[in-house]
């Protein structure tokens, strides 16, 4: 059977962050910025990962909508509208992940050229492929270079400006650190710890925190793809729950497949700890460092309470 990829409910932890962590500086839901307020640049970013550090770099001189924001919707089977082709139409600047991952946004670009928009590609930026993991807001050496491009970008567009984005550039940064920070303390602590991943998306992070990412490569990608993995793959990673070959299991909630249901209610019944990731930003009005700093906040006390 095929691998079928049910509407993905959010896992409670993830959903209930609470308005604590939302940052008045999160992406738009619309393009066209409020009645009688000064020129600003439109920016469109694919996914609200890209577009909250758009929005917060950009501060008031941008106004930023992000077209893939839905909590319960897989991103691998998002398709534009007309209404996101439009705004594509009309952006200065339009921010995309690449490598694949979002080639609706580049079908509706060629679709619709713009004499003078500008398009960062932060797959391009790291020179990653189609074909390679896309899920570069879990990688923090790629998000430090799409927010010095995405700043760049807003210095050539806005020369007047050069001085404000240099200084939403430093706080964005600053805000950064404490991120970067928590994930150097797991470096340090958890170094080697053996960990596993429904799928792909967690490979940046668990490298970056020196985890050892057991998960049979073939497993994650094929979930990630959303085929079915193959049975050798499948049979692996069984067999890892079943003798507790790892002390923390990283699930994407927005991948959420009987199969991946099961393995996960298996890896609990064996007294293994389960962390739940997304790929968009739950809750969408979240700030990208809340988001993922709450991420690495239930990693960091999963991998606390894992056995040796």
Known sequence: MHLSRPVARPAIGLALLGVGIVAAACGSTAIRPPAGAHAVLNVVAAENTWGSLAS?????QVHVLSLLRDPNADPHQFEGSAADARALARANLVVVNGAGYDDWAAKMLAAGPSPGRRVLSVARLVGARPGDN?????????????????TAEYQS????????????????????????????????????????ATESIFVYLARYLHLDLVTPPAFMDAVSAGTDPPAPALAEFS???????????????????????????????????????????IPPGASYEAWMGHQVHELAAALAGAPA
């Not at 917060?56 to 008031?60: I, P, S, T, V």
């Not at 050069?162 to 200084?167: L, Q, S």
């Open 56 to 60: 917060q770099l950009g501060g008031r």
């Open 134 to 150: 896309p899920h570069l807001w879990y990688d923090p050496a790629a998000v430090t270079r799409a927010a010095d491009a995405l």
């Open 157 to 196: 567009l806005e020369p007047a400006e050069r001085a404000y984005f240099a200084a939403r550039h430093a706080l964005v940064m600053e805000r950064l650190a404490g991120l970067f920070r928590e994930m150097a303390s797991i470096r340090a602590r958890d170094s080697g710890a053996r960990v596993a």
């Open 239 to 281: 067999r890892q729950i079943e003798h507790r070959a790892f002390g923390v299991l990283v699930y994407n909630v927005q991948t959420v497949t009987p199969l991946t249901s099961g393995l996960v209610s298996d890896a609990r019944s064996q007294g293994i700890s389960v962390v739940p990731v997304s790929e968009t930003i």
